[in-house]
């Protein structure tokens, strides 16, 4: 069974500083793994991916992660953060068969002006 | 096309009503899953659907019946709610296996149950 943990609840920044999101997956087989953000009332739109190949994965609105198999990490970053960026992101992890999508608990980032 | 539409947007019923939630997409994908999803909370998985065929039930309680009619549909029946029930309900759709297991999620229909 996979599981997925996010160990911060909330992470509040400054706008245009740097950000660093993270999260610890377990699993005994090989995963999939993924990042999401859900803005307010709406529903989760995909970041980034991790299926195999390069550790280093860069996603949509200057966003990328790092697969870190020996510390089973996928830390989220951003080198510098939006106002627009203040959302809920989740991370989430899958078998190679989809046959679930497990989700962390999210954190929510807040920027500051 | 990368759309997975879902309707109603927002639903209000009473604890002896039936009612349905639709979800839809077109990128031929072979796996729909619901999710449930409270304020503040991670989505929770429900149900997942491969190949049309119920494969995940989580043991969700039977006043919630999934159906899906063909690869591109996926219902949700409601029926008997709880006030609990209240939530976001979230369906996604994906390839079933393979190299691109990324899913695609619906706006979300925000159920109240009264």
């Known amino acids: 069974a996979q599981s997925v943990t996010q160990l911060d609840s909330q992470v509040p920044v400054f706008e245009e500083a740097p950000v660093e999101l993270r999260c610890n997956y377990s699993?005994?087989?090989?995963?999939?793994l993924f990042w999401y953000v859900q803005y307010p009332n709406q529903g989760l739109q995909l970041l980034l991916k991790y299926l195999s190949g390069s550790t280093l994965v860069k996603g949509i609105n200057g966003f990328e992660a790092e697969f870190n198999k020996s510390q089973t990490s996928f830390h989220l970053r951003k080198p510098s953060v939006h106002i627009s960026d203040t959302a809920e992101y989740f991370c989430a992890v899958s078998d190679p068969w989809a046959s679930k999508i497990i989700f962390g608990s999210g954190t929510r980032l807040s920027i500051r002006p | 096309d990368t759309e997975v539409t879902q309707t109603p947007k927002h639903l209000v019923m009473g604890m002896t009503n039936k009612k349905s939630l639709k979800c839809e997409q077109h990128?031929?994908?072979?796996?729909m899953y619901w999710y449930k999803q409270k304020a503040k909370k991670p989505p929770e998985l429900m149900f997942v659907?491969?190949?049309?065929?119920?494969?995940i039930n989580e043991s969700v309680p039977s006043r919630f019946s999934p159906e899906c009619p063909n690869s591109s549909l996926l219902n949700l029946h409601l029926h008997a709610l709880q006030p609990e029930d209240s939530a976001l309900y979230l369906c996604a759709s994906s390839q079933a296996g393979g190299s691109n297991t990324e899913a695609f999620f619906g706006q979300g229909t925000r159920l109240t149950v009264v």
């Open positions: 699993s005994s087989v090989s995963v999939y």
């Open positions: 990128m031929g994908h072979r796996a």
């Open positions: 659907y491969s190949y049309e065929k119920l494969s």
